[in-house]
Structures are given as C-alpha cells and as structure tokens.
C-alpha cells in the first residue's frame, strides 16, 4: 500500500475491511483464521443486540 492510498483510508476501519487487508500481506494463507474473526464479530454483535434488548436489571 502506497503512502497516498494510505492517506485516503477512512478513519474508523471495519472488521471486513481490517481483514482483507491483512489477507493480502499472507497470499498462503488458507482462510480459516478470518473466517473464524469474523464469526466472533458476528456473535459479538449477536451477544450486543440481546443485551441492549433486555436493557439494565439494578
């Protein structure tokens, strides 16, 4: 990645975003550990989503 790419990079990176980047540095690389961040990011949202349903107990 050049330097001018770098710059024009948004300032909040997503997940999807961080992996594939990282993706092109290990072209050997079978996949499996991206596929497995990504189903942690999708439980984490999962896991977010009921607790902000069932809201604060005191």
Do not use: C, H, W
């Not at 790419?5 to 991206?34: C, H, W």
């Amino acid at each position: 990645m050049t330097d001018k790419e770098k710059m024009a990079l948004p300032v909040g990176v997503t997940l999807d975003r961080f992996i594939k980047r990282k993706e092109e540095d290990f072209p050997y690389a079978t996949g499996e550990l991206s596929q497995l961040l990504r189903d942690i990011g999708l439980a984490a949202k999962i896991v977010n989503r009921e607790v902000n349903r069932a809201g604060l107990a005191a």
